[in-house]
């Protein structure tokens, strides 16, 4: 079975900084890429970062470039969004996310919350 499980959010000032972390099980991790989700109060889901199995390439969301950087450790199961100069409009659920092949796996999502 497989499973997500985010940690790491949390109430933060603006242009502050939070790591997001998934543990990931029930899959071979390596084999898949990985990506993180968000969703705003009345927003729709968007992507907000992809990493290919081997980390060989990264795709992110204009909005958050060059303040996110997404990880992974195939070793650990473990995927990671470092999230830098955060905005209010970062304010979100934060979701780990896996397409194994035409089914889409998600996290129970962490809340992240940048406010004064």
């Known amino acids: 079975q497989v499973q997500l499980v985010e940690s790491g959010g949390g109430l933060v000032q603006p242009g502050g900084s939070l790591r997001l972390s998934c543990a990931a099980s029930?899959?071979?991790?390596?084999?898949?890429?990985m990506n993180w989700y968000r969703q705003g109060p009345g927003k729709e889901r968007e992507l907000v970062a992809t990493?290919?199995?081997?980390?060989?390439?990264?795709y992110y969301a204009d909005s958050v470039k060059g303040r996110f950087t997404i990880s992974r450790d195939n070793a650990k199961n473990m995927l990671y969004l470092q999230m830098n100069r955060l905005e209010p409009e970062d304010t979100a659920v934060y979701y780990c996310?896996?397409?194994?092949?035409?089914?889409?796996?998600w996290g129970q999502g962490t809340q992240v919350t940048v406010s004064s």
């Open positions: 029930g899959f071979t991790f390596s084999m898949y890429p």
């Open positions: 990493i290919t199995n081997t980390a060989s390439s990264t």
């Open positions: 996310n896996v397409k194994r092949f035409w089914v889409d796996y």
